[in-house]
């Protein structure tokens, strides 16, 4: 199970980043992908992050242009540094593994999922 990490409380136009952790789990040749939950919404693909043979990511377009994943293979450690942040970014993010990064990040492609964090923005 993965863990979630660096969410909290900012202003609208601030930052954060977020970092999901595999205890006992090499991130190696698998995607990882990060998505949020917001109340009353389903759960929706944010970002993913392949760095099986070359580094391959994917951004939703309500993120493009303000988060960035990124991945840290000898921390094991998959980060998404979120700025310019909304309040329509309020919600809880999930990281979760899985094969590849196939958009739109299909929910049930991806496994292993963590407990989340929390990430609230006010305006």
């Known amino acids: 199970q993965l863990v979630e990490s660096g969410g909290g409380l900012v202003q609208a136009g601030g930052s954060l980043r977020l970092s999901c952790a595999a205890p006992?789990?090499?991130?190696?040749?698998?995607?990882v992908g990060w998505f949020r939950q917001a109340p009353g919404k389903e759960r929706e693909g944010v970002s993913c992050?392949?760095?099986?043979?070359?580094?391959?990511?994917y951004y939703a377009d309500s993120v493009k242009g303000r988060f960035t994943i990124s991945i840290d293979n000898a921390k094991n450690t998959v980060y998404l540094q979120m700025n310019s942040l909304k309040p329509e970014d309020t919600a809880v993010y999930y990281c979760a593994v899985a094969f590849e990064c196939a958009a739109p990040m299909p929910r049930a492609f991806f496994g292993s999922w963590g407990q989340g964090t929390q990430v609230t923005v006010s305006s």
């Open positions: 006992g789990f090499t991130f190696g040749d698998y995607a």
């Open positions: 992050i392949s760095s099986s043979e070359t580094v391959t990511t």
